[in-house]
């Protein structure tokens, strides 16, 4: 198999990480005060946009984390053991900037997150794992 049929049968953004950014019922509203939400998406976009996907998504409900964000790690820190990582009040800029240093460096499975992001790691239930793997 040639190098540009493999790259055509990967599914969008599995080569990459995946950033998801709840901004649904709870996560991106004045609930979550003193933040510019709109701001904070535009910069992880910005910010990553030549090593992950960053996509925005309604209530991943985990509300009471407001502001949520999944880091799903790419293949290859998939094959390497890497999972999904979810942090929760993810509401200063500070946040937003570890999870980019750590993105760039490989994310899951990759790179070791910055020890600040353990504050911010949470287990959701397995129903809502579930939704978002789908």
């Known amino acids: 198999m040639s190098r540009r049929s493999r790259k055509?049968?990967?599914?969008?953004?599995?080569?990459?990480?995946?950033?998801?950014?709840?901004?649904?019922?709870?996560?991106?509203?004045?609930?979550?005060?003193?933040?510019?939400?709109?701001?904070?998406?535009?910069?992880?976009?910005?910010?990553?946009?030549?090593?992950?996907?960053?996509?925005?998504?309604?209530?991943?409900?985990?509300?009471?984390?407001?502001?949520?964000?999944?880091?799903?790690?790419?293949?290859?820190?998939?094959?390497?053991?890497g999972r999904p990582v979810w942090l929760g009040l993810v509401n200063d800029l500070d946040a937003a900037a570890e999870i980019t240093t750590w993105v760039k460096n490989g994310g899951p499975g990759l790179a070791d997150p910055p020890e600040i992001l353990d504050l911010y790691t949470f287990s959701p239930s397995r129903r809502v794992r579930r939704e978002l793997e789908d």
Not at 36 to 47: F, G, K, M, V
Not at 49 to 68: F, K
């Open 8 to 81: 055509a049968d990967t599914p969008p953004g599995a080569a990459r990480p995946t950033v998801t950014v709840c901004r649904g019922c709870c996560c991106g509203t004045p609930e979550v005060p003193h933040l510019d939400h709109a701001a904070q998406l535009a910069d992880l976009r910005a910010s990553l946009a030549d090593v992950a996907s960053v996509r925005r998504t309604d209530c991943l409900d985990a509300c009471e984390q407001a502001n949520v964000v999944v880091i799903q790690p790419s293949a290859e820190g998939r094959r390497a053991g």
